[in-house]
């Protein structure tokens, strides 16, 4: 049975549009190097891990804003940051300055940065009793998103593209790429319509500061009881583990359209891939919820990260069909265990459920910046196919030491005194 609160469906509607614009980077950035301004593995990497890095490295800051003030601003400001962010880095790519291009393009982090912690604070709290049901859902908006965006990027782009390529290709070495690649951005700036109605419905469905400080008045004692069970040896197995994880999801994705594009892939084609990974890990996660919830979070992040080592692996060597399959079984894998890290933090703190969660997103999110840029460098030396062999491995060896993983222990729910949350809400606006 699905939540039926606005305020979760606000939010999770802006989860989907906010990621359907993070989703973009590497297929607009593989469509800039091809048809407007040439860029290196290097550059791309290093605009999408420090787009990565800002997001996530802001994200415990805005969390912990987001407990005292219950995020409207933040999660409506955030999503039309974002945009408008992006929207002026298109423009500036015109100019075909890589510097004017990427400033623009890290800084529209920031609200992604903002809303995340929002979003997944408000998300779980829609339904106390099922809070790992609701993140699964709030995060599968969200990565539907981002599998949407890249999939209708792509084919606008190519409604715009030349491919004088194919044509020099077959006249000979002689003539091959005389004729220089354009295409047009104009695409990239209707999208940013869709932003309108979720600003809109967390505008006005969001609680304001008065109405979330009533929603959020928790009795002390209940909200120390709560403690970790985790021991010293077990977090630094966590950190490591997520740490690994993030090279595979969400490290790889920043190239997989580059990968497909050296196989001679258009940029529909590499968006649709890339958008099969995307959606994958979002359902996935949805049935990952559930079975953790039997089986233990230990035994599903172990599973599912050794199951995604190999269709990893065997992207780098498939040029077919195939190749779609491939990566819905490596998005689902190694995006499964993503909401099961972050609804274990939320427990671990349930009276500071905003910085938990934007600490825990900001640390997987910045170990995937981070493996971003090492994936980049490599794949400058090593080739892209290599790389990606290279990460299934690192992917597989994930999965073994998630088995040194404690298994969690519930922390007790801590309800606000105010039981009905959506009249507060509505309080908020009127």
Request: avoid cysteine; proline fraction near 5%; glycine fraction near 12%.
């Amino acid at each position: 049975m699905f939540p039926r609160q606005r305020l979760f469906w606000s939010v999770s509607l802006g989860h989907t549009i906010i990621d359907m614009f993070n989703g973009l980077g590497p297929v607009l950035l593989t469509f800039l190097s091809g048809h407007l301004m040439p860029l290196t593995n290097t550059q791309i990497g290093f605009a999408i891990s420090a787009y990565q890095l800002v997001g996530a490295l802001s994200q415990p800051f805005f969390g912990y804003q987001a407990d005292k003030s219950g995020g409207r601003l933040l999660g409506a400001g955030g999503l039309a940051w974002t945009v408008a962010l992006l929207m002026l880095s298109v423009v500036m790519a015109t100019t075909g300055q890589y510097v004017l291009m990427v400033i623009p393009f890290v800084l529209a982090a920031l609200g992604s940065g903002a809303f995340h912690p929002v979003g997944s604070m408000h998300a779980a709290d829609a339904d106390r009793k099922r809070t790992t049901r609701n993140l699964s859902i709030f995060f599968f908006m969200g990565q539907a998103g981002n599998g949407i965006g890249p999939a209708v990027l792509g084919l606008l782009l190519d409604s715009t593209a030349t491919y004088n390529g194919f044509f020099t290709e077959k006249l000979g070495p002689a003539l091959s790429g005389i004729l220089l690649e354009h295409g047009s951005l104009s695409p990239v700036l209707a999208m940013s319509l869709f932003a309108i109605p979720g600003v809109l419905m967390m505008a006005f469905w969001m609680p304001g500061m008065r109405a979330y400080a009533l929603q959020r008045h928790v009795p002390q004692q209940a909200a120390t009881q709560t403690q970790t069970s985790f021991a010293s040896r077990a977090l630094w197995v966590l950190v490591l583990v997520v740490t690994l994880r993030s090279l595979g999801n969400p490290g790889s994705i920043a190239f997989l359209p580059g990968l497909f594009a050296l196989k001679g892939w258009s940029a529909s084609e590499y968006g649709l891939i890339t958008s099969a990974f995307w959606l994958a890990g979002g359902v996935a996660g949805i049935v990952a919820g559930q079975v953790a919830e039997r089986f233990g979070s230990r035994n599903v992040i172990s599973l599912t990260l050794a199951l995604g080592a190999a269709p990893i692996f065997l992207l780098a060597t498939v040029n077919s069909p195939a190749a779609f399959l491939l990566a819905l079984a490596a998005g689902g894998f190694t995006g499964a265990s993503h909401s099961l890290i972050v609804v274990m933090a939320q427990r671990l703190m349930p009276a500071r459920k905003g910085f938990a969660s934007g600490a825990t997103l900001g640390f997987i999110f910045g170990t995937g910046a981070l493996g971003t840029m090492v994936i980049g460098t490599l794949s400058d030396r090593l080739t892209l196919p290599v790389t990606f062999q290279i990460i299934g491995i690192v992917t597989l060896i994930a999965g073994v030491l998630a088995l040194g993983l404690p298994s969690e222990q519930r922390a007790p729910e801590v309800q606000p005194t105010s039981d009905i949350l959506e009249p507060a809400a509505d309080a908020a606006v009127s």
